[in-house]
């Protein structure tokens, strides 16, 4: 019997982790391995935001900054019927950009994932689909023009053909173009979270629901959109808070005829009304915040993560 | 029940690309049987079930499932169910909507179709669990449900693909006992993909042997057994040895093998052989310690091995050009007459313990 204790005891000892000696020099040193992070996040990401949150609470005039606590820029911000529209604006494209990107993005990913059967020519495709991002936003957003323009290839083609008398008004410079630069632009954000999700699909789940009498539509609705979700909520919360966030694309492409959330702070900063593009900006951050968890409460994405 | 229909695979090929899984294989399975397709890892047995259940086409040949030919016929429309390896279950549905899938996708309104699975689940006592996600099973668990899921559409023959593979030891000799409780109450036909002899043994009405893409031997346990059909046969199931030798002679009835650089050894056969070399096999339980009575019925060798396993014991021997010629000693019978390793030891057995092996028509 006491043969046995010892040995239990000895594998006991053998199976635990290595025995703590000095608590202090440990928490140091855990300390010190969060240190990097803390860093970058709080430099980076905490201290910017704090600053302006602060700001936003400050009087400015057209020349300076003065701290103070006011809350006029809220007053003014969220007062204003402009203000409204172009958060509506902003809410439009977000919406559109989202429901095509998913649209796209889910059919992309779908072929790349269960059509192409060898993971090389996967690969390969999956490549090709990043090709555009090789080149910057902006210059993929202006060679847009060429094509979309009065005198672009589009309209000079549709003319020619006798398609059209005049050219077509609302290709470029409108709402139309602002939504196609933005797919263009954020589809493979749609793609690839997706594409990710539907690699992990283990396939015979798909034989199960295929022995079980399932069409490939049946199986497509019950089995791999449902399996998908996950990748879809990571892929809206990347397009939405990007287009949320966007101004470039909307300023181009509408030709100053349309406005954004984004696109009213940068005005607001270009006539220095820091206070109240920092206003601004945190009632955009708590939207979007907003946004985010609800579609955190809707799709479960820790599976993912 | 009238509902358990024969299933019949006539010559029946699969090729992938070069290689050829599945070799024009022919074989009857009666309804209500309980079928073990036997091999190693590649024989081919898991492609053949597959092209039962017609997740996999048929290069050449038919199969037919009662009297009609399903060579053609979508899985769900050939009164065959598959349960998985991984037993497939769907993560994201609960128990009741896993169960209920098929009778979803034929559009079977959703009351109705909620109890006849709690009606499945009551039936693998799994009731108590119907709003879980399977994840929230243990592995016995989830295995019923997959059988729970395949069975209710009522399928005239269930097709499991290594159906035990993925559980302990322990569940696995408990879930055989359920499977086989389960065949014999429902009277269906079952084909089971094994790997594990033992595990065919202990299920199987039918146990069909297969190695490379062909089947050695199809049989009742019994016969696999006692009568291997061929060399591959008797090395699979186990507690055989296998002799092979040229034939030195063939009268009368009595066919002599010669052992390279080794012993000659006798048996008794009246077929005509098919080459000049034969294999014959002895079970390992049925060899004996003693000098041999008629030439060529026993061997000297001297002990390589001993294993203890409890009711018996297990000893290697290696002599007259055979490596390791095992046998089988019952634990009363060793220790009252102890060996040592090295030790010479005569071996012999009885004539109608020698079994002439076929080979395989390639």
Known sequence: MATITASQAASARAGRKPVRRDGSSVRLVSYLQATPLVLILGGFLLLPILMIGVVSFWDYDFAAMYPDLVTFNYTETLGSWVTWKTYLNT???????????????????????????SAAMQMVLFLVCTV???TSNIIRMISWIPVLGRNGLINSALMEAGIVNEPVEWLLYSDFAVVLAMVHLYTLFMVTPIFNTLMRIDRTLLEAARDAGA?????LLNVVIPLAKPGMAIGTIFVVTLVMADFSTVQVMSGGQSASVALMMKNQMSLLQYPAAAANAVVLLALVLLMVAGILRIVDIRKEL | MSKASEIDIASVTKVYGTTTAVEAISLKIPGGTYCCLLGPSGCGKTSTLRMIAGHETISSGDV????IVVTDLPPARRGTAMMFQSYALFPHLD???NVAFSLKMKGVPKPERQAKAMEMLELMELQAYATRKPAQLSGGQQQRVALAR?????????????????????????????????????GITFVHVTHSQEEAMALADLIVVMNDGRIEQAAPPRTVFEQPATAFVARFMGDHNVISGRITDHRNGVMTIAVPQGGTFVAWDNSTPFSETADFAIRTDRVRIGTED?????????????????ASVKLTVAGAGLEDFTILLRDRDFFANPIRVGEALPLCWEREDVIVLGRTQH
């Open chain 1, 91 to 117: 809410l439009k494209f977000a919406f559109l950009v989202w429901a095509i990107t998913l649209f796209f993005g889910f059919w992309v990913a779908y072929f790349l994932a269960f059509h192409v059967r």
């Open chain 1, 132 to 134: 555009p991002f090789l």
């Open chain 1, 215 to 219: 069409s490939s539509w049946q199986t």
């Open chain 2, 64 to 67: 037919r499932l009662g009297n």
């Open chain 2, 95 to 97: 128990l009741v909507d």
């Open chain 2, 150 to 186: 395949a069975l209710i559409t009522n399928p005239q023959a269930l097709l499991l693909d290594e159906p035990l593979s993925a559980l302990d030891p322990f569940l696995k000799v408990r879930m055989r006992a359920e499977l086989k409780k389960l065949q014999t109450s429902l």
């Open chain 2, 294 to 310: 008629i030439n060529g019925l026993g061997f000297t060798g001297s002990v390589s091995n001993i294993e203890y396993r409890g």
